[in-house]
């Protein structure tokens, strides 16, 4: 696990679940999202995760330079 310290780093989280039936295309589109999102300028990290006790619940962590 990545580690950030001091005050100069922004960390987001959001959660979002998708129906059984779209987590194929959800999983494709993700890979995608993630490629372009940590090519992007400040970007430090960024994470997809999948509950444990739900698999369509997801919760997104990304890190941006502040």
Sequence with gaps: MEKFSGDDYV???SFQSY??????????????L????????GNLSYSINVSLDDPCLFTFVDVWRD
Aim: aromatic letters at 8%; hydrophobic letters at 30%; proline letters at 0%.
């Design 11 to 13: 960390k987001t989280y």
């Design 19 to 32: 129906q059984k039936d779209q987590l194929e295309k959800f999983t494709a589109l993700a890979k995608e």
């Design 34 to 41: 993630i490629m372009k999102s940590r090519a992007e300028e």
